[in-house]
């Protein structure tokens, strides 16, 4: 298991990215990194390009211009401007591959069971042995409280109890990554509570995590770096001690403010 301590070496780099849909300009230049062990919070209000951001580092959006690297090798790039494609869909997929993600909206498969929902990518994704995947999937369900879950299908199952399945699924993979847009958004403040202990849990493992969130106590409490996007653009970054306890930009303090009131 990693440590805070092995935090030396970038995971996700992001170098002067631009993003637009159409005409409209969504990322307008951001960069950030997140090392080894790194838990980052992503914070903005709605519309900020928060998502997008995250989809653009899962590879899962194209964007026109900047730099995306996966563990320091930069993804090649054919084309420019709106023509930008990558050039080598294998190397996207192996990357997305070390890159797991979890949405609002937990996305298991509705006709599978929780044990299935887990094991799926790991073995024809990754194409591993069936039950050597089977015990981790297992491990991955008790480890986020649901061992006793694993032959029921989601539908039976509350909101927190999906999200936390949607996670052992994203464990699986083995990840190098874990990319969370809005894990606890669709939930009930009492399930809330269950996803965000486990994702606390994971923070303390020293996984490298980037979670785009409006539960600033959550980002307060588990980041290591928090970056508030304002328009396209980061307005200021930091560690939570200092964005939360002394923003220095106006809107960064409004922003606060609203969702305090909230
Ligand atoms: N597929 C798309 N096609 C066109 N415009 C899009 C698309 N996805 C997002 N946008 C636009 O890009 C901007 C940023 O969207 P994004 O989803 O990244 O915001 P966000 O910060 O995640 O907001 P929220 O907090 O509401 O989830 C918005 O203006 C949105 O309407
Ligand atoms: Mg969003």
């Given at each position: 298991?990693?440590?805070?301590?092995?935090?030396?070496?970038?995971?996700?780099?992001?170098?002067?990215?631009?993003k637009s849909y159409g005409d409209l300009d969504v990322l307008k230049g951001v960069s950030m990194t997140a090392e080894r062990g790194q838990v980052i919070s992503l914070i903005g209000s709605s519309g900020s390009g928060k998502s997008t951001l995250l989809r653009c580092a899962n590879l899962l959006e194209d964007s026109q211009s900047g730099e995306i690297l996966?563990?320091?090798e930069p993804i090649s790039w054919k084309g420019s401007g709106h023509m930008r494609r990558p050039r080598d869909r294998k190397q996207i997929m192996r990357i997305r591959t070390n890159l797991s993600m979890v949405f609002q909206q937990f996305n298991l498969w509705a006709h599978m069971t929780i044990l299935e929902n887990v094991m799926e990518a790991p073995v024809t994704v990754l194409g591993r042995d069936k039950s050597e995947v089977e015990?981790?999937?297992?491990?991955?369900?008790?480890?986020?409280?649901?061992?006793?879950?694993?032959?029921?299908?989601p539908a039976q199952m509350s909101g927190g109890q999906q999200q936390r399945a949607a996670i052992a699924r994203a464990l699986c993979m083995e990840p190098k990554a874990l990319l969370f847009d809005e894990p606890t958004s669709a939930l009930d403040p009492e399930l809330e509570q269950e996803v965000v202990k486990v994702i606390k849990s994971l923070a303390t493992e020293g996984r490298t995590m980037m979670i785009v969130t409006h539960d600033m106590r959550m980002a307060a409490d588990i980041s290591d770096h928090v970056v508030f996007l304002h328009q396209g653009l980061i307005e200021e970054q930091g560690p939570p001690a200092a964005l939360f306890g002394k923003p220095k930009s106006k809107r960064l303090q409004q922003f606060l403010s609203s969702t305090v009131s909230a």
């Open positions: 298991m990693l440590t805070k301590d092995s935090k030396t070496s970038p995971v996700i780099e992001i170098r002067d990215l631009h996966f563990e320091g015990t981790s999937a297992r491990a991955y369900l008790d480890r986020v409280g649901i061992g006793d879950k694993c032959d029921v299908y």
